[in-house]
C-alpha cells in the first residue's frame, strides 16, 4: 500500500506541475524607495514571501539612469532626477502588500523631503512606485494611518510619492547585494521607530488541526480563480466526516507542513497537527477523492471496493451493522453525500445491504463486463467510487441495488437533517 500511495503521491505531483498547472501564483512586483538603496536592498530579502529585491533606478526624466549621473552636484535637487530605488518581487500569498508596505514605512523616515539623515539630493526622495492599479487604495491607506501614528510622536507630514511606475532600470551589478558582499558598509538607519499595531500575524486558531485527521485548503488574501473552482467543484458539496478548514498560508503556526504553500490552492492532509501528504493547485473531485481515499481509508477493504472495484465479503461486518439500523440514511463514506434511504431498504438475503432505489441523482451507471460476466456498476455521483451493482430482481418487479457497506457511513434522519441545517447557516 505505501508503494501504491507512493506513486499516487508522485502522478499526482506531476501533473500539478505541468505546463497546464492549474494553480494560482500570486507574484507582484513594487518599487520602493527610501534613501540609500543598499541597506533598503538588504532588508526586503530578508522578508519571508520576497522572491527578489533588485537596486535600481526609476521616475526620473533626461538624465541617464547611471549612479554617476544622478550623484552628480548639477542633478542632486533636480526634481527630474532619477530616485534610488528597490524592485520588489513578492509572493502575495506569503507576504502582503500591506506587510511590505508597513516594513517599508518602518524602515525610514518618510516625512523627510529629498533626503535620508545626511544623504541629500531628490535621489534620496520617499517614493512608491505601484505596477497594478490595484495596488493603489491600500498603500494610501497605510500612509494615511501612519501618519495618524507619526502626529502622535511628534513627527510631521509624509512626503512620500506614490505614483505609477513607468520604467525601473537595474542599478550596476557592483551595488546589487552591496551589504551582502560588503558586511561592514554604510547603511544607517534612519527609521522613526513608529510602529503599527498589528500583531506579527492573523491568530493561528491551530489547535483543533492538531487533533486527529484534518483536510486544510491553502487560500490567498487576494483572488484565486482555481481556489474558485476548487470550491465551487469540490469543497462546497463536501460533508465528510474528516472536518476541511481554509487558512492562508501564512497562517500555519504550530503545525508541521512540508508542502509549499507559495501556489493556491495547496491542499493538505493532517494528522495530529503534522502533514502526511498535500498538493500544490487545483484537483479535480476525482483526484481529491482518491487522495482522501488514501488519506481516510487506507489499507483496508474499504480502499479496495472503492477504487480497485471489489467487493465486500458476505456478510460483512459493515453489513451486520448497517441491516437493521434504525430510519435514516447511508452516505458516501468520503463526501459524505446521502446515497441510500432506509426507506428504500429491503432484506435481500444474498448477505449485502439491498435497495430498491439509490437517493435522486446520488448515483450514476456504468457497463461492468469483468471477470466474463455482463452487470451493470454503481458509482457515486460526488466521489466516483464504486458502490455496488444494479440487478432486476427486486420485489415486485423493482430493482435491485446490491451496494457494499463498507464503503458507506450512517445518518440517522435527524443527525442528516441537522447536518443539512448547519450547512445551511
Given at each position: 500500500m505505501k508503494i501504491i500511495l507512493s506513486i499516487i503521491i508522485t502522478c499526482l505531483s506531476f501533473f500539478s506541475f505541468a505546463e497546464d498547472t492549474q494553480a494560482t501564483i500570486h507574484v507582484e512586483k513594487i518599487v520602493l524607495g527610501s534613501g540609500c538603496f543598499w541597506g533598503a536592498e538588504k532588508g526586503y530579502e530578508a522578508l519571508d514571501g520576497v522572491i527578489n529585491a533588485v537596486s535600481g533606478y526609476a521616475d526620473g526624466e533626461g538624465i541617464r539612469p547611471t549612479y554617476r549621473e544622478i550623484t552628480k552636484f548639477s542633478n542632486k535637487f533636480n526634481p527630474k532626477n532619477h530616485a534610488e530605488v528597490v524592485e520588489v518581487t513578492f509572493n502575495k500569498n506569503l507576504i502582503s502588500l500591506e506587510e511590505l508596505i508597513i516594513h517599508y514605512l518602518e524602515s525610514h523616515d518618510?516625512?523627510?523631503?529629498?533626503?535620508?539623515?545626511?544623504?541629500?539630493?531628490?535621489?534620496?526622495?520617499?517614493?512608491?512606485?505601484?505596477?497594478?492599479?490595484?495596488?493603489?487604495?491600500?498603500?494610501?491607506?497605510?500612509?494615511?494611518?501612519?501618519?495618524?501614528?507619526?502626529?502622535?510622536?511628534?513627527?510631521?507630514?509624509?512626503?512620500?510619492?506614490?505614483?505609477?511606475?513607468?520604467?525601473?532600470?537595474?542599478?550596476?551589478n557592483y551595488h546589487q547585494d552591496y551589504i551582502k558582499k560588503n558586511p561592514n558598509g554604510y547603511c544607517p538607519d534612519h527609521s522613526t521607530g513608529v510602529r503599527f499595531a498589528r500583531s506579527d500575524s492573523e491568530p493561528s486558531n491551530n489547535d483543533l488541526l492538531k487533533i486527529g485527521k484534518n483536510i486544510v485548503v491553502i487560500e490567498p488574501e487576494g483572488y484565486c480563480p482555481y481556489c474558485d473552482k476548487f470550491r465551487e467543484d469540490v469543497t462546497d458539496e463536501y460533508a465528510g466526516t474528516i472536518p476541511l478548514t481554509y487558512r492562508h498560508g501564512s497562517n500555519l503556526d504550530g503545525l508541521e507542513i512540508k508542502t509549499p504553500t507559495w501556489a493556491t490552492p495547496t491542499i493538505l492532509f493532517l494528522e495530529q497537527g503534522s502533514e502526511v501528504f498535500?498538493?500544490?493547485?487545483?484537483?479535480?473531485?476525482?483526484?481529491?477523492?482518491?487522495?482522501?481515499?488514501?488519506?481516510?481509508?487506507?489499507?483496508?477493504e474499504a480502499y479496495r471496493v472503492a477504487f480497485n472495484e471489489g467487493t465486500d465479503a458476505r456478510f460483512c461486518k459493515e453489513y451486520e451493522i448497517f441491516k437493521n439500523t434504525p430510519d435514516g440514511v447511508f452516505i458516501d463514506k468520503l463526501s459524505g453525500a446521502a446515497l441510500f434511504d432506509t426507506r428504500y431498504r429491503f432484506n435481500s438475503s444474498t448477505g449485502w445491504l439491498s435497495f430498491t432505489r439509490p437517493v435522486k441523482d446520488s448515483v450514476y451507471r456504468r457497463a461492468d463486463n469483468s471477470y466474463g460476466m455482463r452487470r451493470i456498476e454503481i458509482r457515486s455521483v460526488s466521489s466516483d467510487i464504486h458502490l455496488g451493482h444494479v440487478f432486476n430482481d427486486g420485489p415486485n418487479g423493482l430493482p435491485r441495488y446490491c451496494i457494499n457497506a463498507t464503503v458507506l457511513e450512517f445518518k440517522t434522519r435527524n443527525e442528516f437533517n441537522n447536518l443539512k441545517i448547519k450547512e445551511k447557516v
Open positions: 518618510p516625512t523627510q523631503l529629498n533626503r535620508q539623515g545626511n544623504d541629500l539630493g531628490t535621489q534620496y526622495r520617499s517614493i512608491i512606485l505601484f505596477s497594478d492599479i490595484s495596488q493603489e487604495d491600500g498603500i494610501l491607506e497605510l500612509i494615511s494611518e501612519y501618519q495618524g501614528l507619526l502626529n502622535k510622536n511628534g513627527y510631521g507630514e509624509i512626503e512620500t510619492i506614490v505614483k505609477p511606475l513607468t520604467k525601473f532600470f537595474v542599478a550596476e498535500g498538493y500544490q493547485g487545483y484537483l479535480s473531485p476525482k483526484d481529491f477523492y482518491k487522495a482522501l481515499g488514501f488519506f481516510k481509508l487506507g489499507d483496508t
